[in-house]
Antibody
Framework: EVQLVESGGGLVQPGGSLRLSCSAS????????MHWVRQAPGKGLEYVST????????YYADSVKGRFTISRDNSKNTLYLQMSSLRAEDTAAYYC???????????WGQGTLVTVSS | EIVMTQSPATLSVSPGERATLSCRAS??????LAWYQQKPGQAPRLLIY???TRATGIPARFTGSGSGTEFTLTVTSLQSEDFAVYYC?????????FGQGTKVEVK
């Protein structure tokens, strides 16, 4: 059974930093690209970032480019999102997502809430 | 960036009736279109990929159709567990983008 378990969310002041983690199990982690998708309270889904299976290629939404860094440790089956220069508009539930090799998001974690507020 | 537009924003349907949700892409995404269902307090769940292929375990009352720029998700005979928010997503052009969602509520 595929499981994605996020951690690391919490309350952080504007301008602060936070690192999210996602522990993956139930599939061959290093065979798949992984993603972060977020959802602000009461809002829709927003793509954040992608990392290729071996970490050589990364993509970012314009809204987080230069502030967030996605990475992975395939030896630990873990995905990360390092977030810095956080803003109030980054407040959201952050989901760790596995994609099928063809692109659709087939498994989602339960999400971890990040609140940026003073 | 491809803009995905869903309509209507809210759909009021009685249990047992049919719901038809629309999703339009600002340019062709071929058949690279997925649908997700999200219930309150839960993560989204994959329903449909490739525009019409049901994901594992998804009941046959969920049907996806369309290609290019116009797509439809039909839920026949709505069950209580089907009242939720539904999102479409294109994965044809980077960045993958979502529609704003359609909430299916009890009439």
């Amino acid at each position: 059974e595929v499981q994605l378990v996020e951690s690391g969310g919490g309350l952080v002041q504007p301008g602060g930093s936070l690192r999210l983690s996602c522990s993956a199990s139930g599939f061959t982690f290093n065979n798949y690209a992984m993603h972060w998708v977020r959802q602000a309270p009461g809002k829709g889904l927003e793509y954040v970032s992608t990392i290729s299976s071996y970490g050589g290629t990364t993509y970012y939404a314009d809204s987080v480019k230069g502030r967030f860094t996605i990475s992975r440790d395939n030896s630990k089956n873990t995905l990360y999102l390092q977030m810095s220069s956080l803003r109030a508009e980054d407040t959201a539930a952050y989901y760790c997502v596995k994609s099928d090799s063809s692109g659709w998001y087939d498994y989602w974690g339960q999400g971890t809430l990040v609140t940026v507020s003073s | 960036e491809i803009v995905m537009t869903q309509s209507p924003a809210t759909l009021s349907v009685s249990p047992g009736e049919r719901a038809t949700l629309s999703c339009r892409a600002s340019q062709s995404v071929s058949s690279n279109l997925a649908w997700y269902q999200q219930k309150p307090g839960q993560a989204p769940r994959l329903l449909i990929y490739g525009a019409f292929t049901r994901a594992t375990g998804i009941p046959a009352r969920f049907t996806g159709s369309g290609s290019g720029t116009e797509f439809t998700l039909t839920v026949t005979s709505l069950q209580s567990e089907d009242f939720a928010v539904y999102y479409c997503q294109q994965y044809n052009n980077w960045p993958w983008t979502f529609g704003q969602g359609t909430k299916v509520e009890v009439k």
